[in-house]
């Protein structure tokens, strides 16, 4: 499998760096976002290092689809939002800012204001812990 040893994505698919995760398959994995844009706010990958989308094998794009699907439909359920955006980004022009392939699925609410290059700031662990566990109890 491609990887690249110095990506932090490539390091959670290693195992090597903790992370929050919530369904895997042998082509992706999707786990919590720790700067979180909203609650719940997550990711799919695929789990061999492609930068951007340009990089991607169609095959693998779909299997990041198909996961992205099952994810978004598990955190409607759970966290009942007004919306959710599926968000890719390629490229500084676009704000990305892990050169490994992923999806944000990303919760909406009425009125937050979120714009599509948000600014990246911590969130609280013990609270995308439990949040992760909540969207766990859909999928
Ligand atoms: P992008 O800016 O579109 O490349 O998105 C990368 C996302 O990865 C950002 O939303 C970061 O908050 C998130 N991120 C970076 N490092 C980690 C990590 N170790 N665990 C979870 N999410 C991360
Ligand atoms: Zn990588």
């Known amino acids: ?15 090597q760096i903790p992370s929050f995760k919530l369904t ?9 976002d720790i700067n979180p844009a909203n609650e719940g706010h997550c990711l799919v990958i695929a789990k061999p290092h492609h930068p951007t ?9 779909a299997a990041v689809s198909v996961t ?4 978004a439909k ?21 704000a990305q800012s892990v050169p490994h392939f992923h999806v944000h699925v990303l919760p909406r609410r009425l009125g937050d204001k ?9 969130g609280d662990r013990a609270a995308i812990a439990a949040t992760a566990e909540r969207i766990k109890a859909k999928l």
């Open 1 to 15: 499998m491609q990887t690249d040893p110095n990506c932090i994505f490539c390091k959670i698919v290693a195992g």
């Open 24 to 32: 895997e398959d042998a082509a992706t994995l999707a786990f919590m």
């Open 53 to 61: 989308l340009y990089d991607m094998p169609p095959e693998l794009l």
């Open 68 to 71: 992205a699907l099952k994810v």
């Open 74 to 94: 598990a955190v409607n359920a759970a966290l009942k939002p007004d919306g959710l955006n599926l968000v890719q980004s390629n490229g500084p022009g676009a």
């Open 114 to 122: 979120l714009p599509l290059n948000w600014e990246l700031k911590p």
